[in-house]
Structure formats: C-alpha cells, structure tokens
C-alpha cells in the first residue's frame, strides 16, 4: 500500500527536472505491483475529491474528530469596515484587544499571514473588489511596465507596483489597463493587496508594545535547525505570538494557544491561480484547527476584505462538502481541472527573435496535431512569461488546456524531444498541470 498523506499539499508536484506529480508515480507503481493507494486529507484536492465522487476512486469518510478536539469559534472580521471607522492598522479592533487580553491571561496567540500572495492583484478601495479576468475568472496580476528582473518581497511590492502598469491574466494571456471604474461600485481608487510578515511585526510592536513576537517564515528558518529551534522557543513560551507563514499551520500541537489570527485571508484567494479558493479553503481550516487543540475552547479570527466570500464562510464552518460542490461548478463553468489538463510550454532563449519563431512554430503544430487527431484543445499565447527577460533569457509561454491521454501526452513528447528547429541559445520547458503560473 502507498499512503500519500496530507494529498492536497502542492508540494506533490515537483516543478523542477523532472516534473512530475508523487501521485501519478503513485498509481503507476501501484498498478503494476497490484498495491493499493490510499490519498488522506481533510481537504482533499478537488481533482481527488472528483475522481472519489465519480466513483474512480473509493471513498472513506472519516465522520469524528480525532480525541474529541472540539471545533473553535470563528469571527470574521471585516477590515473594510475597520477603514471606515479610522483603524489603518493591520489589526481589527477586536483581535487587538483579544491580543492584549490573552497576554494578560499567560495565552499564546499564532498569527498567520500567507506571503505568497503578495504581487498579485488589485482591489477596490471601496468596496473591496478584486479585478479578475473576464474569461478565466481568476484574479488578474498586476504588471509594472518596468519589467522586473529581481524576485518582489512583500515589504518592496508596493513600492515597485505603485507605478502605472497593466493586468494580466496567467492563464489567456488577456491583458488590460487597470481599469478606470470599478465595475462593480464605480469607485475610482484601487489598492495592491499585500503585505509582509515584517511589517506585522513591527505594527504589533507599535501597537502593543508588551507583547513579544517570534517569527517563522522562509527569513527566519534558512539555517537548518531554526524551524526546531523557533518552535522550541515558542513551546517554551518565549514569546507571546508566534508570527509565521503556511509553515505555522502544520501539525504542531502548542497546548497554550488559544487564539489565531489570519491577518489577510483575501491574499490567498487572490493570487491569480485557477485553485486559490481551493488551497485558502484548505489553509484556513487547518490554521482554524491550530486553536481547536488547547483545553480551554479556542477562538480563530479571520481578517478580510471580503467577509462574505464564500470559501472564507465555508472554511469558517470546516464545511468542505459545501465548499467542493460551489467550486467544483466554476471549474466547470470556466472549464479548469478536474474537466481539463493544463500544460504550461515555456519557451526561453537569449536570442528574442529566435523565441518567437519558435514559440509560433510550437503553436501551430500543436493546432494541427490536436485536429489530426480530433482532440479538443484551447491554446493561448505565446505570451510573455511574467517575468519576461530572467538572467539574460527571453521567456514566452504557450498554455493549452487539453485532456492529457495518451495520445495527447505524444504530442507534447513529440514537440520536446524535436531539437532540429532552433539553437542551443534556445530551450523548451513542457510542464503538466504547473503549480503556479
Ligand atoms: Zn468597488
Ligand atoms: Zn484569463
């Protein structure tokens, strides 16, 4: 038997030579060697959820949890609103007040701020609206027309992005100004959504000087026994909050902690990825389970923009049934994963002419291939990769979305593998249902 446990985790995928997903390799293996696999989750991916509701796999539920862990209690709170009423910091009133309270009671609190986020999008000052792409339904990123060769940090972002630039949607390549109206209110102002792990830092300094912090991010944990040695310090109660990003959601069990904070749970619904709603869903109801551990009865505080969202409601209500059967109908509407594949074709090289024969050459063949063979496919491109010009190299893109038989997977073997038509100043990514586009 193969167990792949935790089966949503993204980190499944490996992105990088070669490219594969743990649980195709899975299936093969098993098929050969006649061995069961079994996928575990409480928020399965929507693909295995799919497939297990389609009777392609079989589904076991497990209906208790696990040593009577009780469910916390859930706010949301609604930091338009905090606006409105003059609070700029980035705490609601009423997890700044249950901060100090637990500090006054010896209770640990873990904020929880997803970074990952950060470039992507733009929303309406007023009424909270993100721009999305009106074919994909996905939030539009956010360009500036200088283009960008370093990596943007949460604590720059605002600063490069501030300038005039365009949206761009990863996945059709439509690309847009950032508009004038929002077309949702007619407000005329838009804000970059975003911001660091340090700036929490120093807000929570600010505004509760008594309250000590330790912080577990990518920063913090580059030497190798820093992620203990952090978790250590706080176990030891070292600190009063433990700052952190996805990192702070897993597993670990502090018997003290009674409240959590999700500081920006919009930023995870907006990071212009097909399955935002999916993986925010799965962040929140495991950051949601951190407080459910303690003896005394936990509270979780989720700080959004957008408190009637519907994947934040559902995650607040650990209701994963609900939230898969409203997902699973805009999949199907915009037609993304489970209903299709995506390839993502990057084509790379120092030469930019070079580039763009060969990415229109790979477009073409693959029209014609798809209608010798009668398969339906949509292609989009070549367009710009996000970062366009990255260590001297020029990147364009080709996004098809198909259904990868195995006819299909030929194909695209086919364009890999066929080095006649350009240079060694040239090269070819092919990668299957990426990651992050
Ligand atoms: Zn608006
Ligand atoms: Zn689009």
Redesign the pocket.
Known sequence: MIVIDEEQEHTYKSDTNPKYLAHDIARYRCRDEKALMLLASATPSLTSYYKAVSGIYTLVKMTKRYGNATLPEVIITDMHKEKGVGNTSVFSTRLASMLAKGKEEDKQAILFLNRRGYHSSISCTECGKVVE?P??S?AMTYHSYKRIEEDITADNAYEIMSGSGVLR?H??G?QTRVPRLCNSCNNEHFEYVGFGTQKLERDIAELLPGVSTIRMDADTTTQKSSYERILGAFLNKEADVLIGTQMVTKGHNFPSVTLVGVMLADMMLYTGDYRASERTFSMLTQVIGRAGRARDKGIAVIQTNSPSDRTIQYASTQDYEEFYKNEIQIRKSYLFPPFCDIVLITVSSTDEREMNRVSDGILNTIRNKFTELNAPCMAYGPFEAPVYRYQGRYRKRIIVKCKLTSAVRTIFAEIYGDKSKYTQRTGISIDFNPNNL
């Open positions: 792409c074919n994909c996905v949607c996945y059709c439509y």
